[in-house]
């Protein structure tokens, strides 16, 4: 039985690639009936990434049941798919924090605080000397571009500076000037509906016994959002509504000066005031200047305030 292999739901470019990468590693390893799957479309910077190196997207999936699966780029469960307490996990390779999640048989688990899944990838891909294919690592890199923002982002660790131009050499590519035009292909605002923006890059967290929703979008101005906020916390409304979510926060990232603006419904305004030590302004914005991960800088202060 084939051995699916995927990243989280709503998938980002980092999430999508690894699960294509370590598909080919684990054919490599000699265990061929596996096949990268995803938990959503991709977005519009992830299309750019396969489009350029003219790779096929994975096929969607909803459920997993009867096949085993294997995780990369998440672990925690409200991330996964939707059956994953029916089928057995039989490895996971992740950079993210470990909550939520446990097994009934033994797997393999591969974590580590660094900046990309891919990164981790890599790894192992050089300590078994594997090869690594231009296209697979043109997809490699475009993951750890995508969640380092070009090695800029404060998730940001030695083996990308390593990694990241071994991928672009094998790749062929000129890192900064592919980075940037797939960075910014995923920032056309005015081509995303208002859902897309709200949940195109949502995950679900457990904090205190309250699930926060946390959604991010990356822009190159700021005032694209600005524009269209009442519509956008309307739609944040309508699926905390519908979801039963007790807050959701969305994270709008400018990319060119690595500051973001943060958008809150439902409960959790003073949470995150607390976490982020200022206030929401008269338009109901709060200023993160600095802030661009949502990982390292955003989860972790609003954990130690919900569960202080």
Not at 26 to 35: C, K, Y
Not at 128 to 146: K, R, V, Y
Not at 188 to 198: G, P, W
């Amino acid at each position: 039985m084939t051995t699916l292999i995927f990243g989280h739901q709503n998938p980002d470019t980092d999430a999508l690639t690894s699960a294509l990468s370590f598909a080919e590693y684990q054919r490599q390893l000699g265990n061929t009936d596996v096949e990268a799957v995803a938990l959503g479309e991709p977005n519009d910077e992830t299309k750019f990434a396969l489009n350029y190196f003219k790779a096929q997207a994975p096929r969607v999936i909803e459920k997993a049941a009867p096949n085993d699966v294997m995780l990369v780029d998440h672990n925690e469960f409200p991330q996964s798919v939707s059956d994953i307490e029916d089928v057995r996990i039989r490895a996971v390779v992740d950079h993210h924090r470990l909550a939520n999640f446990h097994t009934t048989y033994p797997l393999y688990y591969r974590g580590e605080p660094v900046g990309s899944t891919n990164s981790i990838i890599f790894e192992l891909f050089e300590e078994n000397e594997f090869t690594i294919p231009a296209q697979l690592a043109g997809l490699m890199a475009s993951g750890i571009i995508s969640d380092t923002l070009l090695l800029k982002s404060p998730t940001t660790t030695d083996l990308e500076r390593r990694v990241l131009p071994e991928l672009a050499k094998i790749a062929g590519i000129d890192l900064e000037e592919y980075g940037l035009a797939m960075l910014k292909a995923g920032t056309n605002l005015a081509a995303k509906s208002d859902l897309t923006i709200v949940e195109g890059d949502a995950k679900s967290f457990t904090m205190g016994g309250k699930t926060i929703r946390i959604g991010q979008v990356n822009v190159v101005d700021l005032n694209e959002v600005y524009a269209r906020q009442a519509a956008i916390e309307q739609t944040m409304t309508d699926e905390l509504s519908k979801n039963g979510y007790d807050s959701f926060l969305l994270i709008a990232t400018n990319i060119l000066d690595s500051d973001s603006t943060g958008f809150v419904v439902g409960s959790g305004k003073e949470e995150l005031e607390k976490a982020f030590n200022g206030k929401f302004d008269e338009n109901g914005r709060l200023a993160l200047p600095g802030v661009v991960s949502r990982k390292k800088q955003v989860v972790p202060p609003l954990q130690a305030v919900y569960e202080g």
